[in-house]
């Protein structure tokens, strides 16, 4: 069969430099399933990954999306992805975003399927962290094009789709590095700039990526010209991640807790949703139960929940001591204790108690579904 599959490559080769493309596209499927037949998968990916490229740079976006898509049938026979596979996955993503349309259906049909296989492979429900993230550098250098087009439309849909594959790229200098730089011309004033880098922050913790969480906020503070790379600093959001990852660490639950009552006034007025990533990070890591009975409601019920839950494996008599401060205390008072209470966290070495993170959930978070990538 090697002396007509190579008698094949010769005619494909001539028919593409002929201009007789429906030809060339037939002639790799034929030669694609005999690949396929021998189980020789890689000569057949590698072989459908090169007429991908041709026909999408000769304008022939119908053929060259069918082909993306037989590229997806044959990855479902592989059983180990090779850097030659990932290299592979990134240039075809790249292809679809330059040359189809949003609304063209095998643009989302590819990218859907490659994590959806991806993930199997590697046993995460979100995809290949090395596909999320090949697939979120193409979506920045496409949002780049679109701000110097000046097309705004294009370029919030292609920002938008770069963080969420950033967010799963398990990749902390990366999601920085782009958020950093995303923030610096964004936007107006550094409460922005918190906010998103706490959002980011709790969204990694909650997909119990702790290593992650904490190379994502040293590496933020560094890249961002307006952050000092110090804690504490002069931003209390950001003070309240970096003391997280500390009591994360130590698996201190009583420090937990007054954490969350201590900064209580500063989460409470950007974004409410930030108290149910922490309500989430309590039970994750400290098994905190949230408490079913609620009677003040709103924000301060959900603090009383996080001050007061009963955690699964606690003494009785720890109750005591998750009532938090009294009422009256004096705020800036409580922040500095806050900040007394956490300051012989920061010069201890980092332990191992965080890189043995709880492990990945069965299910994707609610956040994002690799079948609803909208």
């Known amino acids: 069969m090697s002396r007509g599959v190579s008698r094949i490559e010769a005619r494909l080769s001539s028919k593409i430099a002929e201009g007789e493309y429906y030809e060339a596209h037939q002639m790799i499927r034929t030669l694609a399933s005999r690949y396929r037949t021998s189980k020789k998968h890689q000569d057949a990916l590698q072989l459908i990954t090169k007429g991908i490229l041709e026909l999408y740079e000769l304008k022939q976006s119908g053929s060259a999306s069918d082909l993306g898509l037989l590229y997806c049938s044959i990855l479902d026979d592989v059983e180990k992805l090779t850097e030659t596979n990932h290299e592979q996955i990134g240039k075809i993503h790249k292809s679809t975003i330059e040359c189809l349309e949003f609304e063209q259906p095998e643009r989302e049909q590819f990218e859907r399927r490659i994590l ?13 962290p090395k596909t999320r993230l090949a697939f979120a550098q193409n979506y920045v250098q496409a949002s780049d094009k679109a701000r110097s087009a000046k097309n705004m439309e294009d370029f919030t849909v292609t920002i938008t789709l770069a963080r969420q594959h950033f967010q799963y790229s398990e990749n902390g200098r990366e999601i920085a590095k782009f958020l950093a730089q995303l923030t610096e011309y964004s936007s107006r004033n550094m409460s922005e700039v918190e906010l998103i880098c706490t959002q980011m922050t709790l969204q990694l913790l909650h997909q119990h990526t702790v290593p992650v969480a904490n190379e994502f906020l040293q590496a933020f503070s560094r890249f961002h010209p307006q952050l000092e790379s110090r804690f504490p600093s002069n931003y209390p959001l950001l003070n309240y991640c970096f003391f997280l990852l500390k009591t994360i ?19 409470a007025e950007p974004d409410p949703t930030l108290m149910e990533y922490i309500i989430r990070i ?47 205390l004096d705020m800036g008072a409580l922040m500095n204790m806050a900040n007394d209470m956490f300051s012989g966290m920061m010069n201890q070495p980092q332990s191992q108690s965080s890189k043995s993170a709880p492990p990945k959930p069965a299910a994707p978070p609610a956040d994002e579904d690799v079948d609803d990538l909208d």
């Open 116 to 128: 959806k296989r991806t993930g199997e492979i590697c046993e995460n429900p979100m995809g290949h």
């Open 249 to 267: 660490d130590s698996k201190d639950v009583k420090a937990f807790k007054f954490l969350n009552f201590a900064y209580q006034p500063f989460l």
């Open 282 to 328: 309590g039970e994750i890591y400290f098994g905190i139960v949230e408490k079913k009975s609620r009677p003040q409601g709103g924000l301060m019920d959900i603090i009383g929940s996080l001050m007061g839950g009963r955690p699964l494996s606690s003494d009785s008599d720890d109750d005591d001591d998750s009532a938090g401060p009294p009422a009256g």
